[in-house]
């Protein structure tokens, strides 16, 4: 099932962050080498340690004190952002992923022939979940 862009969300602790207008969850897996003498010729990989990186980016909003403003007082302060959902249709729980992260980088841009915007990334910390 397709989902629309436009019913995509981003949310901290079931607050929806404001004026968000793209947003992506990645899931890293590190592959490590185990190849070894017994391998005949071959490599041979395992999936080791995994992660989700999470970047979004839209319009700055100063007022929307449970999203953007939560997430830039995560950095200044290096706490631990809880539950971190990305949902790919608002209207359906089980359509993205959650889990635990801290943020990364927070950049505000401002040009003078557009609005002021925001890039927010966090690197996840501990399990990721299907939401639900």
């Known amino acids: 099932m397709a989902y629309p862009g436009k ?10 962050v404001a004026e968000i207008n793209d947003a992506t969850f990645t899931i890293n897996g ?21 992660d989700a990186t999470i970047s979004i980016s839209g ?13 830039r007082t995560a950095i200044l302060t290096q706490a ?11 209207n359906v729980a089980t359509s993205g992923f959650i889990c635990d992260a801290y943020v990364e980088t927070f950049e505000i841009n401002a040009a003078v022939e557009g609005a002021v915007t925001v890039s927010i ?6 399990p990721i979940a299907v939401s639900s």
């Open 80 to 90: 631990l952002v809880e539950d971190v959902k990305v949902l790919a249709d608002v």
């Open 7 to 16: 019913h995509a969300g981003v949310f901290i602790d079931n607050n929806l």
């Open 121 to 126: 990334t966090l690197q996840s910390s501990g």
């Open 59 to 71: 319009f700055y909003a100063d007022g929307d004190t449970d999203g953007q403003v939560a997430l």
């Open 30 to 50: 590190e592959i490590v080498d185990i190849s070894s003498f017994d391998s005949g010729g071959w490599r041979e990989r395992l999936l080791n340690l995994r």
